[in-house]
């Protein structure tokens, strides 16, 4: 088509073309070739490579100036300008050198919090993740703050036994097996949110809800911690937002039309207060049924139904890729420490019964 459209182009300007014809021509020519390509983005590592040419944009001085942080202290939002470092609707997007480190976690013991970190280790899933899981969590994972696990699994007595640091407790809640590996993602909303209305919204000031196929690789305090958080996804941190895989049918209650949401959202972390939490697990729960009830299942399940709760209630904190970040995508420039890194996806193995 595109071929078709250029040659009509030279023969209104007669049989030799004219040098605006040429130009108009291939520039169709290379926007459709870019358009092929970006198809194929998920497939070819070197195509995957061109989207650091991306901009991600820049915090404008005067928002950076109103920034604050309860936890991290004065920020250092200019040692990063290769990257986005706030949001627009002013929260702060936390990369490597931004925070002290060190008065994130003395403003954290001064305010003797216990933070929860949960986890659902299903099927396959437990044997093969969840010890490396727990025990570089111990590594890394607000160190020298108290600390109560909550592993969530159809099999308590195959928990492994993991040393534990002063202050720091493991707890186990039994689930039902789903049949699907999508309902065991799906179902954890609805787990998670009598659970924060149980033992574990009486124990915990914040928890983070987490994956289990991925392991700690530095640190993970309080730096991380506010009110409502939210994981920038390590694959589509660069998309522009009409790329992005959002839930598009518009009879889910996922669904975001193509002007609508911010940034896409990774469900392998997020977290926040009890309070919060209790109300972006009971959305996201109710909003699966709701789907389910017209027959329908969102494109990325639970993910899709979180990233349209964070569309309409921002989260008060971003974590850029540095805090959850895949191998696969190997080394990048603006990736200094990452902190979460995925395990390899064998799903062909552990998503079978």
């Known amino acids: 088509m595109f071929l078709k459209e250029g040659f009509r182009f030279m023969r209104t300007r007669g049989a030799l073309g004219t040098l605006r014809t040429w130009r108009r021509f291939f520039l169709w020519l290379l926007l459709f070739s870019l358009g092929i390509l970006s198809l194929f983005r998920y497939n070819f590592a070197s195509i995957r490579d061109l989207e650091v040419f991306i901009s991600m944009g820049v915090c404008p001085k005067a ?108 707890r186990v809640e039994r689930v039902v097996r789903e049949r699907r590996w999508q309902d065991v993602s799906m179902q954890r909303m609805r787990t998670l949110h009598k659970a924060l209305g149980g033992r574990l919204g009486r124990e915990a000031d914040f928890v983070f809800c987490m994956d289990v196929d991925q392991h700690f690789n530095a640190t993970f305090g309080p730096e991380v911690l506010a009110e409502s958080v939210a994981q920038l996804h390590a694959w ?3 998309w522009p937002r009409r790329l992005l895989p959002f839930e598009r049918n518009p009879r889910s209650a996922a669904a975001l039309a193509h002007h609508e949401g911010d940034f896409y959202y990774h469900a392998a972390v997020f977290g926040g207060s009890v309070a919060v939490l209790r109300a972006l697990t009971w959305h996201c729960a109710r909003a699966m049924q709701q789907d389910r009830a017209r027959g329908l299942e969102a494109l ?40 979460l890194l995925w395990a390899p996806k064998e799903y062909a193995m552990v998503r079978t019964s």
């Open 63 to 170: 928002r950076m100036a109103l920034l604050r942080d309860n936890f991290t202290g004065p920020l250092s939002l200019r040692a990063r300008p290769e990257v986005l470092t706030c949001t627009s609707w002013g929260a702060l997007i936390l990369w490597d050198g931004t925070f002290d480190p060190a008065i994130a976690k003395e403003t954290a013991e001064r305010q003797n919090l216990t933070i929860g970190l949960t986890v659902f280790a299903v099927g396959k899933y437990l044997e093969k993740y969840l010890a490396r899981f727990l025990e570089t969590a111990e590594q890394h994972f607000m160190v020298g703050q108290r600390v109560v696990y909550y592993v969530f699994t159809e099999r308590p007595l195959a928990v492994p036994r993991v040393a534990l640091g002063p202050g720091r407790r493991l």
């Open 236 to 238: 589509h941190y660069h």
């Open 300 to 339: 990325w399940h639970d993910e899709s139904h979180l990233n349209r709760y964070f569309w309409l209630h921002k989260p008060a904190k971003v974590l850029s890729p540095e805090f959850c970040w895949s191998p696969e995508l190997g080394q990048r420039t603006e990736i200094h420490r990452p902190r």
